[in-house]
Structures are given as C-alpha cells and as structure tokens.
C-alpha cells in the first residue's frame, strides 16, 4: 500500500467532507483505535464507512478486506513489568498460566453482568486479566486454554483489591488467540516459560520479606527496607553515551540485597536518598549477577521509590 496520506485526505475533500469534520472523524477514530491504526489506515476507513470508493492506482481492491493488518500490534506491545496503574490501551503478548471460574453479579442499578478473569505470563512477570460481560465469552471458546498464546489489546490497568495490579478488558478492548505475526524466537521464549505453583497461586503480600520475594519471583511487585547508598557515577556505555549508575543496599531482617538504578532514574532517586532511610521500591526485576553470582534487584521503567514511616514493632 503506497498511497500518499495527503492524496487520500484530498480525495475525501473532494467527496464532499469539510476540513473540519474530517478532522474530527480522523481524531474520533484515533481516540477509538487507542493510537494503534496509522492515519492512512484512518481514512480508508472513513471512506469506506460513508460508502467512499477511493479510486486510485496505489489501491488495489484487495485493501479495503485487508486494513486491519495495518496494526502492527507489536510496535504497542509491552512486557508485564511496565505495565502501571492507570495506563490505558495496554498491548500484552503472554500465554495463559490459569483459567478462573466466572462469576455472575448485579450492579447498584440493577442490571446483571458477569465477570471472568485468567492469568496471563510473558518474559517478564504475570499479572492478572478480568474480563467484563461480552468479553467472558472467549472463555468458551476451545482454544482458549491453558499454555495457548494470545496477544491482549486495548487493556486497561486498575490496582486489585488483593493489592496487586491487573490488567482489565472492557468495552473496547479484544484477545486474540495464537496470535500471527508473533516472532520465532518470542514464540520460542513464551512457550518455553515455566512458571512454578507458588508464583501461580500465592499473589506477592504487601509484607513479604526480601528474602522470601527472591525465592519465588522473578519480578516483585513491592518490597520494603532499610537503604544504604553504596555507589553513585558516571559511566560510559557501550556506543559512548554517557549514562549514571546508582548502587543501594536495601536490607530487612531477612536478607540485604543491591538494587541497581541506571540514567535519570539514578540522579532523582539520589536527590530524595539518604542512608539509613527506610522506603518502598515497586516494580523491580530479580536479575543474576553473572560475575558474582548473586541476585540483584533492577530498576524498570516503572519502577517507584518512596519514602514510608518505619513499621511500629
């Protein structure tokens, strides 16, 4: 498809849209497709939807079936790990790691509704996916089952009432299942992932010591101690770039573990530290220190830390 957006936007003036309500209509279907349709795909579909031929050598006739595959869901596709409260139009490609019962219920006006949810795992972490009313019914569906793959469009993240973040589908949001156009070597790593029982069935607690967290988890969605700072510099990455590193020893009664902070991340949580400082880091990574052997906490781009008071004996 090579048509120009300028003489797509051009054939539908002529058609008889002003500029101005084909401005809207562009911006109401980008506002629909959460940013995931190119704005060449846009018009066509604007055309299309007011019975608008666009004739033009660079169409052929197969497009018109065919604009969907404009999405290239994995340019908007993240992993579990950066997902946060409130972030919306969520793209996740995982696998199922658990089924759970569906549950029916009335809302305070009275009408019924049904909830579902599943567990959904990628590279990074799992997390857990509700499904409201209409979207439940894929759980009917044969191919909906445990280890199959499916890519989760137009999510949205609330925090769940066991503490934990989950990612919800409402509305507008869709699953597909087996996913095409999923990478070799992605399908490869998803379908080789082994999750244990425990990091199925036991939601991480919001006191949970760093010693038991680094056990079960790969990702730890909140953890407590006491900081020390260890290192702070400038450095040089491989391309020449100059980068900063940050190096803390967060520590309870269980276990003290280094955490490592990279870039800006590193200079504003620097500027808030102090030693001795007692604080709350979500989000973070377990990752194996392939010299030292041992495990170290990583920053994500999601990662928070925050001071708290210190808990009362």
């Not at 989950?166 to 990478?183: D, T």
């Not at 998803?190 to 990091?199: D, I, K, S, T, V």
Request: glycine share 6%; net charge negative.
């Amino acid at each position: 498809m090579s048509a120009s957006i300028d003489n797509l936007y051009q054939k539908l003036l002529e058609s008889g849209f002003s500029e101005e309500e084909l401005e809207r209509q562009v911006q109401s279907k980008a506002k629909e497709f959460g940013g995931f349709m190119s704005k060449q795909a846009i018009l066509f579909i604007i055309a299309k939807e007011n019975g608008i031929y666009l004739n033009s050598p660079d169409v052929n006739d197969q497009f018109y079936k065919e604009f969907e595959e404009e999405i290239d869901y994995d340019d908007f596709t993240i992993e579990i790990s950066e997902v946060n409260e409130s972030m919306t139009n969520i793209v996740l490609l995982g696998k199922i790691l658990q089924v759970y019962e569906t549950r029916e219920f009335t809302r305070k006006d009275g009408t019924p509704g049904i909830v579902g949810s599943f567990l959904l795992g990628d590279i990074s972490q799992t997390i857990k996916v509700i499904l409201w009313d209409d979207k439940v019914d894929i759980t009917k569906n044969d191919f909906f089952r445990k280890n199959e793959l499916i890519r989760i469009i137009g999510g949205y993240c609330r925090m769940g009432r066991d503490n934990n973040l989950e990612v919800h589908l409402g509305r507008k949001g869709k699953i597909i299942l087996s996913p095409e156009n999923v990478s070799k070597n992605m399908e490869k790593k998803l379908n080789n992932l082994e999750y244990n029982q425990n990091q199925i069935d036991s939601p991480q607690k919001p006191n949970s010591k760093i010693k038991d967290l680094i056990e079960q988890y790969k990702y730890i969605k909140r953890v407590q101690g006491l900081i020390q700072i260890e290192e702070f510099k400038e450095v040089n990455t491989k391309t020449g770039e100059k980068t900063f590193l940050l190096k803390l020893i967060l520590s309870d009664e269980s276990k003290a573990i280094r955490v490592i902070i990279w870039g800006m991340n590193a200079i504003e949580c620097l500027k808030v530290l102090s030693n001795g400082d007692f604080v709350e880091i979500t989000n973070l990574v377990v990752k194996q220190n392939m010299y030292t052997d041992e495990k170290e906490l990583l920053f994500t781009k999601s990662s928070v830390l925050r001071m708290v008071c210190l808990p009362k004996d």
